[in-house]
């Protein structure tokens, strides 16, 4: 793992998860929603989160993977944010 995860990102926890009650899994990303995984997918994702259910890190290498390269560094700032 230490090899994926160079900057020790995963270990800080960036991403957070809430399973629905419908099976829809919705991906957080400090604290932000950032994807809405559905169907045959989110019931795949439930059953490797469930697999890795005592292993933080893999967790959050399972959502990092799913969400994808969302982050370019391009994002445009809020109003509040300077």
Excluded: P
């Amino acid at each position: 793992m230490s090899e994926i995860d160079k900057r020790k990102r995963l270990i800080e926890g960036i991403f957070d998860f809430l399973i629905t009650k419908k099976g829809t899994v919705i991906i957080y990303y400090e604290g932000k929603q950032i994807k809405i995984i559905k169907d045959k997918e989110a019931e795949r994702l439930i059953k490797r989160i469930e697999e890795a259910a005592n292993d933080h890190t893999k967790i959050q290498l399972l959502l990092a993977k799913i969400t994808g390269n969302f982050k370019r560094g391009n994002e445009k700032q809020g109003k509040n944010n300077n």
